[in-house]
């Protein structure tokens, strides 16, 4: 635990720091007393006495304790831990203990950051060393502009810190989405004579377990929703009808595909003179089976037959064609057929768009008996992929993270991708044995979901998705949410519904807690853009993104396992977010009826803030309408309370 004290700092243009009170600048210190959740609301009243006008920064900096051991951090949604494990291959930031070279900050590695606060779902950075841990809690803008959080560690006293500065620095590099970093971006105040400025942190101290973060995320979620109104644009009834139409529309196309992204203008084509529809379809993840399932569960439920049609064929075509090692392909091309997952590696399957292809394909044999009776394909495709990769199983429960499309021969078991394969396995319990026993899969479940426990433990899961590599993402927390459920709902273990709990709190990490602030003039500022409930893709792909609509069933559920109405209530939120932005007409923001975009810029990274991805993507819009149909199915998600 922490004493309550803090460094102030004042930050000159021309880089000079120098304390309160050794120039023209005087800074009052009010720490109120600690709060029943242990929050210390810290005022700092600054005032600039000079004769004329300067520029500068102010800065609150808290050390940890000094010792051998390497700090962790957190910036929700931004940085975790180190943030880019050493063998990633995707460039993005990255903490070492006395790196601070020009050289180290050319490929990203740092023993110190700062960030703009719109980079982080909730603007704090948390810190912990030794015995325990400090976080500090500010709000994304004051009167001196956008602040800033940063952290760092000196190797030579062995101790770190962490800070906000009032307005932001980044630094000793800002990303901007590829693996060439931008300069340094500076930010600073022009103080006159005379002008008085209150600015407020929040500081909490804690023990020196990781997962405190919990708590204090969400007394700070409770206090900026209640500011950061959602905005939806249509019920969920409606939703679903234009999602399932736009998947139909649009993304549909022969020889029975989802192809993965289709452009919002029409006319637009590219060198080839071809439109800019990505010809091309992964099995699940981008697209494929699990958005195939949704449009299939929608058009049943409306009875709509040529939804219902349209499904069964990506489904059909899915399954017709299995890789020789005995699972699926990872993606399909219009110009070579069935191909490999996203890898500079030949012959190379992902194992979480393969797992998450395969539990959507159980997922659709359960909607009825008819599905399980006339598409044998459909069978044999689950018993092939599920018996595959149980016979690929370590002994320690590691289902492997890249397959060999021809050999099946496990090509990397790294990160946290195989994790998703426990979803599958446990939900598949028609196919198991008997009457629903175990017949293998509920038992190489259970080895995995104890393996990969320990990643959601250490509060760092990683490698879900197939373009960022080794890197931490949203969608692995995604993944171990629905792993860890399916594992509880099969076998009523209560170790399974704490790890499920655990995941979910990492996985509401990612998720925005308030609106952030658009550039005026910007599409998402005219439009009004609610970021409440939408999820930071990852610290690499620093982009709004609907993906976690996928677990909204599992928030409900975990809800009502726990007694906990936090988790379907966060769920209500990103149901809630992205039924904006799902094209009314055609002509609405520059799309079709139906569409609905992958990206949404609430920061500095890709492109300017405010601007909108101009592609529909088949998981977007599939993602929505899977959650909408999840929602109408459940009561407690159609609760817009919240």
Known sequence: MYPPTGTIEIIHADGRVEPPGTGPFTVDVDWAPPSGTGRRNVRLSVRYRGEREVTAAIRFRIGLAAGPDQPWWLIPGVFYGENRPVDCLRIFPRFAVGASGSADHAAMISDHWEFRADRAATPAVFGWAGPGGVALLVDETTDLGMTGLGFGHDAATGQGSVWVTFPFREGPVSYGGSATPRPAETTAHP????????????????????????????????????????????????????????????????????????????????????????????????????????????????????????????????????????????????????????????????????????????????????????????????????????????????????????????????????????GALAEADRWDGPDGADGGYLAAAVRAGEFYAADVLSEFL????????????????????????????????????????????????????????????????????????????????????????????????????????????????????????????????????????????QTACFQPKGMLLTLSHAWSVGVLLLACEQALADPTLLDTSS
């Open 462 to 601: 990683y490698g879900a998705p197939e373009d960022v590599d080794l890197a931490p993402t949203s969608e692995d927390g995604y993944v171990a949410v629905m792993a860890y459920l399916a594992l509880y709902r099969r076998t009523g273990e209560p170790r399974w519904l704490d790890l499920a709990r655990r995941a979910a709190d990492w996985t509401l990490t990612f998720r925005y807690s308030y609106n952030t602030t658009f550039p005026p003039g910007t599409l998402l500022d005219t439009y009004r853009f609610a970021t409440r409930g939408a999820d930071n893709a990852s610290p690499s792909n620093q982009h709004l993104h609907a993906y976690g609509l996928i677990c909204t069933a599992e928030l409900a559920e975990l809800s009502a396992a726990c007694g906990d109405p936090h988790y379907v209530e966060r769920a209500r939120e990103t149901l809630a977010c992205f039924r904006q932005f799902i094209a009314r007409f055609d002509g609405d923001f520059n799309a079709y009826r139906g569409m609905v975009s992958e990206r949404y810029y």
């Open 191 to 422: 103080w006159r004579p005379g002008e008085l400025v209150h600015l407020d942190v929040a500081v909490h101290d804690l023990t020196d377990d990781r997962h405190g973060y919990a708590a204090v995320l969400r007394e700070e979620h409770a206090r900026h929703a209640a500011r950061a109104p959602l905005r939806p644009w249509v019920d969920v009834a409606e939703a679903a009808a234009l999602a399932a139409d736009g998947l139909r529309r649009w993304h549909y196309a022969e020889p029975g595909v989802l192809l993965e992204t289709v452009g919002f203008d029409r006319e637009l084509s590219g060198q080839d003179h071809r439109p800019v529809d990505r010809q091309a379809m992964h099995v699940g993840w981008l697209s494929g089976i699990p958005w195939a399932y949704a449009l299939l569960a929608h058009g049943r439920r409306v009875d709509a037959p040529d939804h219902v049609a349209a499904a069964c064929d990506v489904i059909d075509f899915v399954c017709a064609d299995l890789a020789p090692s005995g699972t699926f392909w990872g993606t399909w091309y219009r110009d070579r057929g069935w191909s490999q997952s996203w890898s500079p590696i030949p012959h190379t399957l992902h194992s979480r768009t393969l797992a998450e292809a395969t539990q959507f394909l159980v997922r659709a044999l359960e909607l009825g008996d008819d599905l399980r009776a006339t598409r044998p394909d459909w069978v044999r495709a689950v018993r092939s992929n599920l018996d595959a990769v149980v016979a690929r199983q370590r002994p320690d429960g590691n289902l492997g993270a890249a397959h060999h499309a021809l050999t099946g021969e496990v090509l990397s078991w790294t990160g946290s991708a195989g994790l998703a394969w426990v």
